[in-house]
């Protein structure tokens, strides 16, 4: 009697486990492909294999005699039942998407926005820029994200050709070619631009890291370039070398500005059209602390003082 007992235990457990078994083996078949899909890719016949076999272990171990209906598409929470199960940590691409899709979520709205609100409220004035552009502007300004010229000064598409660096510098005619002179040669000789605007700025680390380089050697690329506004750091250390540190900072980012106004001057394509009044050259700089802004334009009779330490402007203006 007892070799029957034994029996009939061996049967009901093999009945019980061959399902599990068979699942088993045949994702140890398909494992070396796990690393590289999502679940989406795997074949709708093999996701639903795997799901009607351990809805059928459940019913074993429930006692439930019954078979489930089984949805064409499996859940995600079968999949994860499913990994369980079989002793595997979840799928790798089953988990909810991460923050980068959660921000590019959110620029899809706002794309969408200013396609109702600016676009199609703008319609003909987005047609004309299909043909060409004219901008009354060329603006240089600095790459700091809180610094964005379209946002404080609210030009419209079409109405400035924009670069921007770190730190805002145009660097002279002698130190060769770099992409802001690119953009200043299309934007004066092709477009014919009517203004050039340089906007500074306040707290820029550019500045920063120019104020506090030694002449040490030590160079990286952030540092080759601010070296185009050495003759103002030099400048405000000469005038203000009593001041602390953040004060001469803050006077150098107003002094180069106006060194870049000059250096635009290098530039003989520039220097004509502002002698002949084609083009005017403007400096501004934007305090985002209490949030106003300082204009002024450079006087060209008058720029020639420059070797004596001096720019004159004229037009100064502050807007707060």
Same mark, same amino acid.
Not at 113 to 142: D, G, N, R, T, W
Not at 163 to 181: D, F, H, K, Q
């Given at each position: 009697m007892a070799w029957f007992i034994r029996f009939k235990a061996r049967s009901l457990v093999a009945a019980t486990t061959r &399902?599990?078994?068979d699942a088993l083996d045949s994702f140890h078949c398909s494992q070396p492909h796990f690393s590289d899909f999502s679940v989406g890719s795997f074949p709708r016949k093999w996701l639903r294999s795997k799901a009607m076999r351990l809805n059928e272990v459940d019913d074993i171990q429930s006692g439930s005699s019954s078979s489930p209906e089984i949805d064409r598409r499996p859940s995600v929470s079968a999949l994860?039942? @499913?990994s369980i199960a079989l002793g595997l940590e979840e799928f790798p691409h089953v988990n909810a998407p991460g923050e980068k899709l959660n921000l590019f979520d959110e620029l899809k709205q706002r794309f969408l926005s200013f396609k109702k609100h600016k676009y199609l409220e703008e319609f003909e004035h987005f047609q004309a820029l299909k043909e060409a552009q004219k901008p009354k502007f060329m603006v240089i300004a600095c790459a700091d994200s809180r610094v964005? &010229? @379209?946002t404080i000064l609210g030009f419209r598409p079409g109405e400035a050709f924009?670069?921007?660096n770190v730190a805002n510098l145009v660097p002279p005619l002698e130190n060769g070619p770099s992409e802001t002179n690119a953009a200043l040669e299309f934007a004066v000789k092709?477009?014919?631009v009517e203004n050039i605007l340089i906007i500074g700025h306040s707290c820029c680390g550019g500045i920063q890291t120019l104020m506090s380089m030694r002449d040490?050697?030590?160079s990286s690329f952030i540092k080759t370039w601010v070296t185009n506004g050495k003759i103002a750091k030099n400048r405000t250390e000469s005038a203000a070398n009593h001041l602390s540190f953040d004060q001469k900072c803050r006077l150098c980012e107003k002094e180069s500005i106006n060194r870049s106004l000059l250096n635009l001057l290098t530039y003989p394509w520039i220097e004509e059209r502002v002698k002949k009044e084609l083009l005017f050259v403007h400096g501004g700089y934007y305090d985002f602390l209490n949030c106003t802004f300082e204009k002024w334009t450079l006087d060209f009779k008058g720029s020639s003082d420059e070797?004596?330490?001096r720019i004159l402007v004229k037009d100064q203006q502050l807007w707060c």
């Amino acid at each position: 009697m007892a070799w029957f007992i034994r029996f009939k235990a061996r049967s009901l457990v093999a009945a019980t486990t061959r &399902p599990l078994r068979d699942a088993l083996d045949s994702f140890h078949c398909s494992q070396p492909h796990f690393s590289d899909f999502s679940v989406g890719s795997f074949p709708r016949k093999w996701l639903r294999s795997k799901a009607m076999r351990l809805n059928e272990v459940d019913d074993i171990q429930s006692g439930s005699s019954s078979s489930p209906e089984i949805d064409r598409r499996p859940s995600v929470s079968a999949l994860k039942a @499913s990994s369980i199960a079989l002793g595997l940590e979840e799928f790798p691409h089953v988990n909810a998407p991460g923050e980068k899709l959660n921000l590019f979520d959110e620029l899809k709205q706002r794309f969408l926005s200013f396609k109702k609100h600016k676009y199609l409220e703008e319609f003909e004035h987005f047609q004309a820029l299909k043909e060409a552009q004219k901008p009354k502007f060329m603006v240089i300004a600095c790459a700091d994200s809180r610094v964005c &010229p @379209s946002t404080i000064l609210g030009f419209r598409p079409g109405e400035a050709f924009m670069i921007r660096n770190v730190a805002n510098l145009v660097p002279p005619l002698e130190n060769g070619p770099s992409e802001t002179n690119a953009a200043l040669e299309f934007a004066v000789k092709t477009l014919e631009v009517e203004n050039i605007l340089i906007i500074g700025h306040s707290c820029c680390g550019g500045i920063q890291t120019l104020m506090s380089m030694r002449d040490n050697g030590d160079s990286s690329f952030i540092k080759t370039w601010v070296t185009n506004g050495k003759i103002a750091k030099n400048r405000t250390e000469s005038a203000a070398n009593h001041l602390s540190f953040d004060q001469k900072c803050r006077l150098c980012e107003k002094e180069s500005i106006n060194r870049s106004l000059l250096n635009l001057l290098t530039y003989p394509w520039i220097e004509e059209r502002v002698k002949k009044e084609l083009l005017f050259v403007h400096g501004g700089y934007y305090d985002f602390l209490n949030c106003t802004f300082e204009k002024w334009t450079l006087d060209f009779k008058g720029s020639s003082d420059e070797e004596r330490g001096r720019i004159l402007v004229k037009d100064q203006q502050l807007w707060c």
